[in-house]
């Protein structure tokens, strides 16, 4: 492929080149050690990864630098933005997404350039995004009208809000660079927290045309932008003991590491996305018609790069021959191609290594007695490797045990329903499942059961994440907290009051306050 085959409105006809970061209410020029940001798709006529730009490569001093900047910015809680009014608040938010809606061109043509995500679900990212912001707003509003009011107990008056947290750190994924990344700072900051903020790896650039709007839509010190290894910026953060709340949607090693680097590990709040092996059981009175085009949706959109995704498929014995057929011919005719293309399904993988590691997991499981059962599976360019289906799978196999987050779909037999129930349980993760089957009595007993082993059950249809006001959580190494617009609100939040003993006296001052409006938090107004 050439520059020229590349539409006009998607070249990349100049290099991003990030040379600030955020902090205090500035954008600082960095002049020290930049890291190149290339992407695996080429844009000439012999295939070499293309050079998008530069960000800094801060070290150690900037990353401290932001985190003073975060907790001067809160103050011990006397900060202006954590006692600002919440009208006020939501003010700034507004402002925020209303530059942001003037860069969608150009963050929807870093997706495609810097994580290889298709032209339709990257314009669906930043548009989800967008409505996320807006219905964390509502939310928000209405949380502060359900507060807007006195509560009377025991002869004790009482005035109960949700206050802030303190400093945020948070730390995004490279699959959902805006989307996830958005979903933890967006409600962190409107609650009154202040943030250090580190973009992901890949996704990295995307960020760049927000910095002004991030600068100019909040009080100095509020949302602070870095760069750089995780290692070398976060790692001197979390040691510092002065961060309240880790968000962080990634890799639960990733979280474990950064939680023991505090040292008083019991004060900070934890708000974790992290990895899944999300199943589908697939039972024998299953629509396969339906089974097999969800499982499709489920197991290779974004190229199973989804926390989401469908990573492991369990069919009963009886129907096993003829899923697998028509499932691999499904597979076989998806797609492949540049993110900006029509009808692409498969697209580039933005880590180079990746291709190599889903090759690992391939042989690994056909050394061990699997197949590749579709034609195109395992055809590797320099970029890409085909989605693989993999028949039998079994427990000794790394692509059974590991989460993959790429394109290879193990499939796994059974008889008893109890197996792919024992795996469920015995499993590390707990995320969510698909359920395919038609009748009652078989699926009441197993949708009583699932519950109580993942946190969404999904009936006839894949996993997903949204709509984003439904909850969004796990068990076990899948999550900590719950991320949906009304419970993230709460994530970054505790409850907080005011309380007097009902006398006259107190009475008294209750009411000139109120009157006088001299308190953000005692209040009764209401935000229409």
Known sequence: MSQTTIPQQFQITSQLHQNSYLVGGQLIEWQGEVSEVYSTISSTDNYEPTLLGTIPTLGEKEALDALDAAVV?????KGLWPTMKVVDRINCMEKFVAQMKTKRDEVVNLLMWEIGKNLPDSEKEFDRTVDYIYDTIEDYKQMDRDSAKFQKHDGVNAHIRRGPLGV??????????????????????????TAI???AKHGVLLISPLLEAFRSSFPAGVVNIIYGRGRVVASPIMQSGKVDVLALIGNSKSANA???????????RLVLGLEAKNPAIVLKDANLDLAIEECIAGATSFNGQ????????????????????????????????????????LTPLPEPDKPAYIQELIDDATNKGAKIINKKGGQTTENY????VLYPVTKDMRVFQEEQFGPVI????????????????????????????????????????????????????????GPDVYPFTGRKDSAVATLSVHD????????????????????????ELLQSRSSNFVSTDYIL
């Not at 945020?168 to 700072?185: I, R």
Request: charged share 20%.
């Open 197 to 199: 903020f580190k973009p």
């Open 73 to 77: 910015a809160y103050d011990k809680g």
């Open 385 to 388: 490797i085909f989605p693989a």
């Open 306 to 345: 989804r926390c989401t995704a469908l990573k492991i498929l369990y069919v009963h014995e009886d129907i096993v021959e003829e899923f697998n057929k028509r499932f691999a011919a499904k597979v076989d005719a998806l797609k492949f191609g540049n993110p900006w293309e029509s009808g692409v399904k």
């Open 410 to 465: 193990p499939v796994v037999s059974f008889k008893d329903i109890d197996e792919p129930l024992d795996d469920m349980a015995a499993s590390n993760y707990g995320q969510q499942v698909s359920l395919f089957g038609q009748d009652i009595k078989t699926l009441a007993p197993l949708i009583d059961t699932l519950v109580n082993l993942v946190c969404r059950v999904n009936l006839n249809s894949s996993c997903q994440r």
């Open 488 to 511: 993230a609100l709460r994530s970054f939040s505790i409850r907080t009051f005011v309380a007097s003993k009902d006398n006259e006296a107190n009475n008294a001052i209750l009411q």
């Open 258 to 268: 950064l939680q023991n680097q505090h040292p008083k590990s019991n004060r900070l």
């Open 168 to 193: 945020v750190l948070c730390l995004g994924p490279y699959n959902y660079p805006l989307n996830e990344t958005f979903a933890l700072l967006i409600p962190a900051l409107i609650m009154g927290n």
